[in-house]
């Protein structure tokens, strides 16, 4: 089994230009499946879980051409069944976009109960609820959930939970609905907007993404586009906290940093320099971090995706800190990883306690799930000694090139096999 192996010490410096953002090509990709021509899709991440989705889409009937490592060609005309097989589906999250997009393109989506990231519940009820509004009519049977429509006609519908997923899916179910949806308390996030912006590129009629109120206008037919996605605001946050970290100076390229305003204000407050600039941001720092509190909330607020990482920097920050995951139910399974290189956190319900320590000592740990497997490499870079970091298919879901990026700017890290021989990355 593949392992990272980081030995902390290593101040960082140079520039890391950050990839598309997994979570807008995810939704992007299943919603090219509503077009009625070829769409391009350029900037999209090399990571597995665009790889996943791509070959769902290939095994419905899809063409899916790889222009190049970060381009691809998609033309929905050959899917023939609106059905997604369980082997793949199982392993990501995002496959419930599928749902959404099948049933807006074809009236028919039999889709897998989704899987993806192992922290508590992950319900689809206010994605069936937007669904049932517009019309539609589903049942669960052998894990799969099986939704039909005769039509699709657009309607006001009320999110009970600020869901990023409920959102995506009921926009791609609406885009050609007849007449007018409207969806109240939608999620805001960077990857909502630039759906919305794909959406519109092909001829849909989207406004209102990145506020809490999304109006839809449904249309006969979406034409085929060329659409470039966002850069990724996570994996750029993460690549921050490594430099707060480990300590050094590095340009993070190829940013919106208005994406990254609520990881960037944290950062300062906890005595990070941080200059922005049209689209990179420069991050220096000594390593020695201030403590501070942390609660995460649907965006604008500080992104839970960047939970497991802002604890690993605490845990050598000079004080106590409060981290109050605010999203999910469970995502602290990562502590116990943390506690092995010494970190002294205490979880209580939704908050993590974290006392800091001078430093971290390097340790074998897993990668519970992707932030979680963020967190291990970033708490590594700062630690004294070599940290082995296993299960590392979840950092590869999600990061791209992971080891040349932070090699790049001095780090070392490698990726072994088994047998501990270096294996190209
Ligand atoms: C998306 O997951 C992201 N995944 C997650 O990122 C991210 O943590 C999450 O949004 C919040 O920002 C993708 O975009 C592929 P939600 P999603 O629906 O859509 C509750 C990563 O690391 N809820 O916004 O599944 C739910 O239980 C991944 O890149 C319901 O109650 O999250 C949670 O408490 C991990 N009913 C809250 O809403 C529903 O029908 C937010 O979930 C749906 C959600």
């Given at each position: 089994?593949?392992?990272?192996?980081?030995?902390g010490?290593?101040?960082?410096?140079?520039t890391?230009?950050?990839?598309?953002?997994?979570?807008?090509?995810?939704?992007?990709?299943?919603?090219?499946?509503?077009?009625?021509g070829?769409?391009?899709?350029?900037n999209?991440?090399?990571?597995?879980?665009?790889?996943?989705i791509?070959e769902?889409?290939?095994?419905?009937?899809?063409?899916?051409?790889?222009?190049?490592?970060?381009?691809?060609?998609?033309?929905?005309?050959?899917?023939?069944?609106?059905?997604?097989?369980?082997?793949?589906?199982?392993?990501?999250?995002?496959?419930?976009?599928?749902?959404?997009?099948?049933?807006?393109?074809?009236?028919?989506?039999?889709?897998?109960?989704?899987?993806?990231?192992?922290?508590?519940?992950?319900?689809?009820?206010?994605?069936?609820?937007?669904?049932?509004?517009?019309?539609?009519?589903?049942?669960?049977?052998?894990?799969?959930?099986?939704?039909?429509?005769?039509?699709?006609?657009?309607?006001?519908?009320?999110?009970?939970?600020?869901?990023?997923?409920?959102?995506?899916?009921?926009?791609?179910?609406?885009?050609?609905?007849?007449?007018?949806?409207?969806?109240?308390?939608?999620?805001?996030?960077?990857?909502?907007?630039?759906?919305?912006?794909?959406?519109?590129?092909?001829g849909?009629?989207?406004?209102?993404?990145?506020?809490?109120?999304?109006?839809?206008?449904?249309?006969?037919?979406?034409?085929?586009?060329?659409?470039?996605?966002?850069?990724?605001?996570?994996?750029?946050?993460?690549?921050?906290?490594?430099?707060?970290?480990?300590?050094?100076?590095?340009?993070?390229?190829?940013?919106?940093?208005?994406?990254?305003?609520?990881?960037?204000?944290?950062?300062?407050?906890?005595?990070?320099?941080?200059?922005?600039?049209?689209d990179?941001?420069?991050?220096?720092s000594?390593?020695?971090?201030?403590?501070?509190?942390?609660?995460?909330?649907?965006?604008?607020?500080?992104?839970?995706?960047?939970?497991?990482?802002?604890?690993?920097?605490?845990?050598?920050?000079?004080?106590?800190?409060?981290?109050?995951?605010?999203?999910?139910?469970?995502?602290?399974?990562?502590?116990?990883?943390?506690?092995?290189?010494?970190?002294?956190i205490?979880?209580?319900?939704?908050?993590?306690?974290?006392?800091?320590?001078?430093?971290?000592t390097?340790?074998?740990v897993?990668?519970?799930?992707?932030?979680?497997?963020?967190?291990?490499?970033v708490?590594?870079?700062?630690?004294?000694?070599?940290?082995?970091?296993?299960?590392?298919?979840?950092?590869?879901?999600?990061?791209?090139?992971?080891?040349?990026?932070?090699?790049?700017?001095?780090?070392d890290?490698?990726?072994?096999?088994?047998?501990?021989?270096?294996?190209?990355?």
């Amino acid at each position: 089994m593949e392992k990272l192996v980081i030995t902390g010490g290593n101040k960082l410096r140079g520039t890391i230009k950050i990839s598309g953002a997994k979570n807008a090509a995810v939704a992007i990709i299943p919603a090219a499946i509503l077009s009625d021509g070829v769409c391009l899709l350029e900037n999209i991440p090399d990571i597995e879980d665009v790889n996943i989705i791509d070959e769902i889409l290939g095994k419905m009937g899809a063409s899916v051409r790889h222009i190049s490592t970060s381009s691809i060609e998609i033309d929905p005309g050959g899917i023939k069944e609106p059905v997604a097989a369980y082997d793949l589906v199982r392993h990501m999250r995002a496959s419930s976009y599928l749902m959404g997009a099948l049933l807006g393109k074809c009236l028919r989506a039999d889709v897998a109960l989704p899987g993806g990231c192992d922290f508590g519940v992950r319900p689809v009820d206010q994605h069936l609820k937007g669904f049932g509004i517009l019309g539609a009519t589903h049942n669960i049977e052998d894990d799969m959930i099986k939704i039909k429509a005769d039509k699709l006609v657009g309607n006001h519908i009320y999110l009970d939970v600020v869901s990023v997923g409920a959102t995506v899916n009921v926009m791609l179910a609406a885009v050609k609905a007849e007449g007018r949806t409207t969806i109240e308390n939608a999620a805001r996030e960077p990857h909502i907007v630039d759906l919305a912006n794909f959406l519109n590129s092909m001829g849909a009629d989207v406004r209102g993404a990145g506020t809490d109120v999304i109006k839809i206008n449904g249309v006969k037919t979406l034409r085929g586009t060329t659409y470039s996605i966002i850069p990724d605001q996570i994996e750029a946050g993460t690549y921050m906290a490594a430099v707060c970290c480990a300590g050094g100076d590095v340009i993070i390229q190829n940013v919106i940093p208005k994406h990254l305003e609520s990881i960037t204000a944290k950062l300062r407050e906890m005595g990070v320099f941080i200059e922005e600039f049209d689209d990179s941001v420069r991050v220096v720092s000594d390593g020695k971090l201030k403590r501070c509190n942390v609660t995460t909330m649907p965006h604008p607020g500080f992104p839970t995706d960047m939970q497991p990482q802002i604890a690993a920097l605490l845990s050598t920050a000079d004080g106590t800190s409060i981290v109050n995951e605010a999203v999910w139910d469970n995502r602290f399974r990562y502590v116990e990883e943390l506690r092995r290189m010494g970190a002294n956190i205490t979880v209580d319900g939704s908050l993590a306690i974290i006392k800091g320590v001078e430093k971290l000592t390097g340790a074998p740990v897993k990668a519970t799930d992707l932030r979680a497997g963020a967190a291990m490499i970033v708490a590594a870079l700062g630690a004294i000694g070599t940290t082995q970091i296993e299960d590392i298919r979840h950092i590869q879901r999600g990061y791209e090139d992971v080891v040349g990026k932070l090699s790049s700017v001095g780090a070392d890290i490698k990726l072994v096999d088994d047998d501990d021989n270096m294996m190209k990355n």
